[in-house]
Structures are given as structure tokens and as C-alpha cells.
Nanobody, 121 residues
Framework: QVQLVESGGGLVQPGGSLRLSCAASGSIFSIFTMGWYRQAPGNQRELVARITRSGSTHYADSVKGRFTISRDNAKNTVYLQMNSLKPEDTAVYYC???????????????WGQGTQVTVSS
């Protein structure tokens, strides 16, 4: 059993900042790529940023230069620092992780429950 728990969402004014956190826990053997996705009402879920275990990152064009993804492998945690937020960043943000558990030696895809980010004046 693996759980991903996000925190850090909320309401912020345009131009403001938020930091999201996602901690993985449970029967974890190893975590590979971790990432953040978002879904706005009426839209499909889209990739925001992802980071490999070794620290290589990839960002959506819409957030490059404003968002920074990082991770702490010792804490099984991934972060998303969001600066210069815009109203179009408003969405539910989901954490994702590729995990091999101690129960089954198969790479699985796990999701958090989502955290709301609202950018509005």
C-alpha cells in the first residue's frame, strides 16, 4: 500500500507564490520519476513538471521560468515552488510517482488526492 499526500495549495493573488509538497509513504522499495500534473475545470489533466531520481527535470512551456520542481529522496518527497502565479494557473494539482513497492516487484503509477490552487484577486 502506497499513499501520496499533497499539501500547500490555497488562494493567492496574481504575482504571488505557493509551494506544494507531496510525501510518499507505505510499502516503498524505490521511487523513480515524480511529477506534478494539474487539471482545470473543463480541461484535461496536463503535466506541469517532473523530476527523475537523479534530478533531471522537465517543465511544461507554460510554467518554465516560474515554477521549480525539486525532491528529497531521503524523505520520499517532491516539491513544486510556484512563483509569479497567474489566474490561468488555477487548477487542482496532483502529485504523481513511479514506485516499486516491497510487496510486488512491479513499477506502479501512483497519484495523490489533489490540492486546489486558486489564483485570483
Amino acid at each position: 500500500q502506497v499513499q501520496l499526500v499533497e499539501s500547500g495549495g490555497g488562494l493567492v493573488q496574481p504575482g504571488g507564490s505557493l509551494r506544494l509538497s507531496c510525501a510518499a509513504s507505505g510499502s516503498i522499495f524505490s521511487i523513480f520519476t515524480m511529477g506534478w500534473y494539474r487539471q482545470a475545470p473543463g480541461n484535461q489533466r496536463e503535466l506541469v513538471a517532473r523530476i527523475t531520481r537523479s534530478g533531471s527535470t522537465h517543465y511544461a512551456d507554460s510554467v518554465k521560468g516560474r515554477f521549480t520542481i525539486s525532491r528529497d529522496n531521503a524523505k520520499n518527497t517532491v516539491y513544486l515552488q510556484m512563483n509569479s502565479l497567474k489566474p490561468e494557473d488555477t487548477a487542482v494539482y496532483y502529485c504523481n510517482a513511479e514506485i516499486i513497492t516491497t510487496v510486488q516487484a512491479v513499477l506502479g503509477d501512483y497519484w495523490g488526492q489533489g490540492t486546489q490552487v486558486t489564483v485570483s484577486s
